[in-house]
């Protein structure tokens, strides 16, 4: 009998359009201890039809197709539950893995960490590289006991944006046997980050995390599936989401809650707030507006300088100049990135 060392977990919703792509990158890299588990959340496009394509030229790719839709939340449980690996690398189904990264993350996982951090290059809808997706403002690999506060610390105050705290799934291997000895934890079922209480969870008993600097895939942008809601909806998904598990895991003034706050403001700035605050008075979204000041009081909460320029930016801007300085400040992005 093969032994699985490393279960690719894909879920999925009509995503037949990119995971053809997908395990193209996959399949040739795949050796006898790789085996693939894709979860079809009921999708209503032509997905499974793509994925019976590869199956039969690759016996080790299991497809499981849910009834319903249930949410990414439950069809990534049901990914890894369905797994038999020892470890388990969560893959978007429109990612592209990079040659090479199998044996590179095979030869990683020998060394017994529980999981596992490996950065992306950041692309357009049509793969077209942009640049790396660095996750920390470290460049070399390191290994962090997030157990211990003198190393959550530095992994914490290091951490440029939520793929440290585990939001981007393609980023993510880790031991399946740490992940099945958590429940999953229904209070987080709904917010899309319940594989992120999970590894939360982990912390106390100590959760050993391995940072790789290099880049094993190609993250599509432009096609984010949370964007169906609106705008304002996507920042409450992170705001709202990630406040609830910072708060609920250690609390509300503390230092970690405070450094992913920081992060979730550097992935959504104070000018694509701005954004969204214009477009909500444009379109007359008065319900949206008051979502987004809710989440902008959340987003700033430490009383810092910073945060109370930000705010008093964003309270007291008229409309009038926000759609004035739009424009010019797109006429000015345009120009310098065409003087390049």
Known sequence: MINIKLSICIPLYNF???IGDTLSSILPQATDEV?????DGASTDNTSEVISSFQR????????????????????????????????????????????????????????YDLFLCESILCGKDMHP????????????RLFDLKDINDRKDYFSTALNTAAFFSFCSSLVFKR????????DERFVGSHWA????????????????????PQLYKRGENDSFLGQGMVNRYRITIEGYDKLANTFFGKQSIEASHIRRTIKAEHNLKSILDAKLICH?????ADLKVLDQLVSTLYFDPI????????????????????????????????????
Not at 35 to 39: A, F, N, R, S, T
Not at 132 to 141: T, V
Not at 177 to 184: D, N, P, Q
Not at 282 to 286: E, I, N, W, Y
């Open 177 to 184: 046997s740490c992940w099945t000895a958590i429940e999953l």
């Open 16 to 18: 037949g359009a990119f």
């Open 35 to 39: 085996e693939i588990v894709v979860v």
């Open 305 to 340: 300088m910073s945060n109370r320029a930000s705010l008093f930016v964003y309270q007291y801007t008229p409309i009038f100049v926000l759609s004035i300085a739009k424009p010019i400040y797109s006429f000015i992005q345009s120009y310098l990135l065409g003087a390049k």
């Open 195 to 214: 594989h992120v209480a999970r590894f939360f969870r982990m912390i106390p008993a100590g959760l050993l995390v391995k940072y790789i600097p290099e």
């Open 130 to 141: 942009i640049r790396k997706h660095n996750i920390f403002s470290i460049s070399s690999e």
């Open 282 to 286: 444009q379109s007359g979204l008065l």
């Open 57 to 112: 030229t690759f016996p080790r790719l299991r497809y499981h197709r849910l009834d319903k839709k249930g949410g990414i939340d439950r069809d990534m449980a049901k990914a890894v539950e369905l797994a038999i690996g020892e470890y388990c690398w969560l893959f978007g189904g429109d990612d592209i893995m990079m040659p090479g990264a199998i044996a590179n993350v095979l030869n990683e996982i020998k060394h017994g």
